[in-house]
């Protein structure tokens, strides 16, 4: 846009402002005009903001479109000019136009933190993107069990733990522990829940004799840690028994985490994968629609 055509704007705007200003004469109080005369000016200039365009998004910085994106890294060499120069020589070749080093601080034993800024001249077409997302119709802490009662009736036992060498109770802990999690209870409050949380680095076996002696309804699987793929071998080995004996269809079973998607759930062989941020009613309400529409009960 033009500088002559927002100083046309700016000035069209004034006139209505002007012309707002002029009610005041004709019975119109002074705040009420004063008000909408400054609306006026906002809303025309917000009409010359730029719009993005969902076909081809960028990176946003200090004006659309920009491409302005923030790295940060290390790299296993001294700080000093040597270390800046290597990052921005990486940042060129990772297709960065202008990368600059904002940063950089010795972290010990020879490494280099490094925070760099650039600009990207790709783009992607949001407007077609698809992200496969769990489909539930979310209830509340007294509409779950309400569902439950109606729609159930009976009991479901859920069964939480952190599977593998994951150590990291945190997340399970939000979801099954009674006192919950951000103002939400969790699953141990529910009154139509037997919820068992078995805690961390509980092998896949172990989960699978405690779903046959409680004869569960549900298993949730927390994976925190996912340093070579380690999660992904941990839900996939716990998929494998559950076939093997026999009983897989007969549960809902969900993955967590914070590298966890639904569409990564589905893949590994699971009905649900809940990211960072999920709370307990979201996952007790998926559990059980899940219940009654595969006809579980």
């Not at 846009?1 to 019975?27: I, Y």
């Not at 990052?87 to 280099?112: C, N, W």
């Not at 897989?248 to 759930?265: D, F, Q, T, Y």
Request: glycine fraction near 10%.
């Amino acid at each position: 846009m033009s500088v002559n055509a927002l100083d046309s704007s700016r000035g069209d705007a004034q006139g209505m402002a002007q012309g707002t200003a002029q009610n005041v004469g004709q019975g119109t109080a002074p705040g009420d005009a004063q008000g909408t005369a400054q609306g006026a000016v906002q809303s025309a200039w917000r009409g010359e903001v730029a719009k993005p365009d969902f076909s081809r998004i960028r990176p946003y910085g200090d004006t659309m479109n920009d491409g302005k994106v923030q790295l940060s890294f290390s790299l296993p060499v001294p700080d000093g000019p040597e270390a800046v120069e290597a990052a921005r020589q990486l940042g060129a070749k990772m297709g960065l136009s202008t990368p600059t080093v904002v940063h950089h601080e010795d972290i010990g034993e020879g490494f280099t933190f490094i925070v760099m800024y650039g600009n990207t001249e790709h783009t992607v077409d949001y407007a077609h993107i698809q992200v496969p997302k769990v489909e539930t119709t979310v209830m509340d802490f007294y509409e779950v069990n309400e569902y439950i009662r109606d729609n159930i009736g009976r009991h479901i036992t859920v069964i939480g733990a952190c599977a593998g060498d994951d150590a990291h109770t945190v997340g399970i802990d939000a979801i099954m522990n009674m006192k919950g999690y951000n103002g939400e209870y969790g699953l141990e409050r529910y009154p139509e829940i037997d919820a068992f949380n078995l805690g961390s680095q509980v092998t896949p076996e172990e989960l699978l004799r405690k779903a046959v002696e409680l004869n569960a309804d549900a298993l949730l699987v927390s994976q925190v840690v996912t340093q070579k793929d380690t999660h992904v071998h941990t839900l996939s080995a716990l998929v494998d028994l559950l076939e093997a004996e026999g009983i897989r269809e007969k549960l809902v079973l969900i993955a967590g985490g914070p590298r966890i998607s639904h569409e990564l759930a589905l893949e590994l062989g699971y009905d649900a994968g809940f990211g960072p941020g999920t709370l307990a009613p979201e996952v007790a309400s998926f559990i059980v629609e899940e219940i009654v529409r595969r006809r579980l009960a």
